[in-house]
């Protein structure tokens, strides 16, 4: 797992020279982007979501765009469009931002539902259909998507697929006063993302990516994973509970919480610390419940609290 833990590392201390205090947030981002997964970042304006992804990508040495979400956006705004050449007589396509490795998503529910699901696609198989040609995305492919959890008006909920699409959900919060100060002065003359170099070649964060899916997980990590994910959906407070695709999250971020730590096997403590960041976004809870004020991130932590944690199994020698 050294490649794992170099790469990690290496971009957690990078990125946490822009984004200062925030370490817990950077790690799980780079546990996203080890696991092949997209981050849905939820806060209020000016905590630093923006300078978080841009940093990232420069951190990578990715190609990096950043597409500002508006009600009159069109799908064809996200994914690019065909357009006929006279000289040549045919359709060339124009390939929209989410053709760049690290997207960075904007307010996306600001957008309408017919533009949000021009994303579906792009999430989940690693591609884009334009007037019925298949276009690859590159490699690694990230979207960073924001959003404004206190403002409603003019923005439009993102469906349950979509929020299911995001590998985990958090939130930056605001910083600690004596953080605060720190920024103060690491921004009195220039913006410390300018100066950010690359630290990490894709090739490295590839083989890294490859690696983590050697990380044993035995079976009653498993079953404890899959028994976390079925109580979400026959809580009494739950409409619609997690599916498979987040048992799946929370496998595979458990495999990269764990390469980063330097360990080639998952411990329980692993799937605990990530069960609410990749399962809280895909419980939806009932209207009575939240009339009670009940998140689905209560109700995971209600689950983590009840369910017993399996004994640690490290893979057989």
């Not at 994914?79 to 960075?104: C, D, H, W, Y």
């Not at 690693?126 to 007037?131: C, E, G, I, K, R």
């Not at 299911?164 to 009195?188: C, K």
Request: hydrophobic share 45%.
């Amino acid at each position: 797992m050294d490649t794992v833990q170099k790469v990690a590392d290496a971009l957690v201390e990078n990125v946490g020279r822009v984004v200062l205090g925030k370490r817990k947030a950077i790690e799980l981002v780079t546990i996203g982007l080890l696991a092949q997964g997209h981050i849905l970042i939820e806060d209020v304006p000016g905590v630093g979501k923006t300078m978080l992804a841009r940093a990232l990508a420069k951190s990578l040495g990715c190609t990096f765009r950043r597409l500002q979400f508006t009600p009159d956006m069109l799908p064809s705004d996200v994914t690019g469009v065909s357009i006929f050449n006279q000289k040549s007589r045919a359709f060339e396509f124009r390939p929209g931002p989410i053709m760049a490795q690290i997207v960075l998503a904007d307010e996306i529910n600001r957008a309408t539902p017919k533009t949000q699901a021009a994303l579906l696609e792009a999430m989940q198989e690693l591609q884009v259909t334009v007037d019925g040609v298949t276009h690859p995305l590159p490699s690694p492919f990230l979207i960073l998507a924001t959003q404004n959890p206190i403002e409603y008006e003019g923005t439009f909920p993102l469906p349950e697929a979509q929020l299911d699409r995001f590998l985990m959900r958090l939130r930056l919060g605001y910083p600690a006063p004596e953080t605060e100060v720190a920024i103060l002065d690491s921004q009195q003359h220039v913006h410390p993302v300018t100066q950010v170099e690359q630290v990490v070649a894709v090739a490295d964060l590839l083989a890294a990516q490859e690696q983590l899916k050697d990380v044993y997980v035995a079976p009653p990590v498993k079953r404890y994973i899959v028994e976390i994910v079925s109580r979400t959906r026959h809580h009494p407070d739950v409409y619609l509970g997690a599916s498979p695709r987040g048992s799946l999250a929370l496998y595979r971020t458990g495999q990269a919480r764990a390469a980063m730590a330097g360990r080639d096997y998952v411990l329980p403590d692993d799937v605990k610390s990530l069960a609410v960041p990749t399962l809280a976004h895909r419980v939806i809870v009932s209207p009575s419940a939240r009339l009670r004020d009940i998140t689905g991130e209560d109700v995971v932590r209600e689950i983590l609290a009840s369910l017993p944690v399996p004994g640690a199994d490290v893979r057989p020698r």
